[in-house]
Every structure is written in C-alpha cells, then in structure tokens.
Nanobody
C-alpha cells in the first residue's frame, strides 16, 4: 500500500484547510486509516482515525469539533480542518494499519503552517 498526502500549506489562524491522502496498491488489507501530526522535537501524535469496516471515527481532544476525517472508499482519505490555530502547525501524515496498531503504511507527510 502506498500513501501520498496533498493539500498542506500556509494559512491564517481561523482559516480552513483540507488534506487529502491517496492510497494505491492492496488497500483491502487496511483496517484503520488515521491522520497523525508531528512537530520537530516531539513524537508523532494521532489526531483522527477512521475504521474502514464501519466508518466509525475517533478524534484527539485537541482537534475534536474542528477537524473531520472522512474517506472515499479505500482510495482517498481526507482531513477537513476548520478554525485552525497556530498550535496546529505540524507536518501531517496519513497512516494505514492492518488491524494490529502497527501502522505499516505511511505517506511522506505534508506541512501545515498556521500563522496568527
């Protein structure tokens, strides 16, 4: 499975942005898709997750009510981010998991920078 993110950029606080992740290959093995983010010097953190068999979602409390994760089958994953804050600045990655929380598949990441 190959994952490729797009849609990052530089925005003002309060703006919205949508990230996309295109998947190719044997996507039938995926159980979870998630968005993670990482800032220099800190560990990568999971911010949103979707389970592909029932489309149930989970959000980190820091982004709940502002971010929305959605998928279009097993080929596209999105993260709609609203009311962005400077603390949302990070490199955002999509990750794919086969069900064992091993996160076997990663994209290269895309930078999101929010300025006040």
């Amino acid at each position: 499975v190959q994952l490729e993110e797009s849609g990052g950029g530089l925005v003002q606080a309060g703006d919205s942005l949508r990230l996309s992740c295109a998947a190719s290959g044997a996507t039938n093995v995926l159980y979870h898709w998630s968005w993670f983010r990482q800032v220099p010097g800190k560990e990568r953190e999971q911010v949103a997750d979707i389970r592909l068999h029932d489309d149930s979602t989970w959000y980190d409390s820091a982004v709940e009510a502002r971010f929305t994760i959605s998928g279009d089958g097993r080929r596209m994953l999105y993260l709609r981010m609203s009311n962005l804050r400077p603390e949302d600045t990070a490199k955002y990655y999509c990750g794919g998991d086969e069900g064992g929380q091993q996160w076997e598949y990663w994209g290269e990441g895309g930078q999101v920078t929010v300025v006040s």
